[in-house]
């Protein structure tokens, strides 16, 4: 009876501990349709012209970000928050990383953007960037190149490719789904 007992709990683990690696990640190929995927804001077109490099050749990804169990439990985020990523297959030097925040509260998302401007600010030299979503800025030396920007409660942060003129098109294209 012990051994039917357990063995029904560790089968209901495996299921429970797959159900949640399949919600916190996932991967679309450039064959797949990338429709129903919350990173589908860039699309395999858009990006294959960023980085210059056939559609076929791109993968998809998307991860949630691990945030505070207080945030969670607040709700501060309509949308968990995310990573994108589109890369090459053939090149892992071409690729596009950006990470979205979807707050509930728009001053909520303007608490955390300048704050995050603030951070930039004592690690290295930072640009405000006008005419992006209701306010952005680029963070570029030799440690980082990155674009942050604002538009009501959502703030995108991209992290590459590091080409200032590049990240600005991201940011443009993400923020106009929203």
Not at 21 to 44: H, Q
Not at 106 to 116: I, V
Not at 119 to 126: A, D, G, R, W
Request: hydrophobic share 40%; net charge positive; aromatic share 8%.
């Amino acid at each position: 009876m012990k051994f039917k007992r357990l063995l029904c709990l560790t089968a209901i683990s495996v299921l429970f501990l797959n159900l949640g690696v399949l919600c916190t990640s996932s991967e679309i190929l450039a064959t797949e349709t990338d429709g129903t995927n919350r990173c589908s804001s860039i699309t395999l077109e858009n990006a294959a012209n960023i980085l210059a490099v056939s559609t076929d050749d791109l993968q998809k990804s998307s991860r949630d970000l691990m945030v505070s169990p207080e945030d969670l439990q607040k709700k501060i985020y309509k949308i968990h928050p995310y990573n994108c990523t589109i890369r090459s297959k053939s090149n892992f030097l071409k690729l596009i990383t950006y990470v979205t925040y979807v707050y509930n509260d728009p001053g909520k998302a303007r608490k955390e953007f300048d704050k995050m401007q603030k951070n930039f600010e004592s690690l290295s030299k930072v640009d405000v960037i006008p005419d992006i979503g209701d306010e952005a800025f680029w963070a570029g030396d030799n440690r980082f190149q990155r674009m942050v920007a604002i538009k009501g409660g959502v703030v995108i942060d991209v992290l590459s490719p590091k080409e200032f003129n590049l990240q600005k098109q991201i940011i443009r294209i993400v923020l106009d789904k929203f």
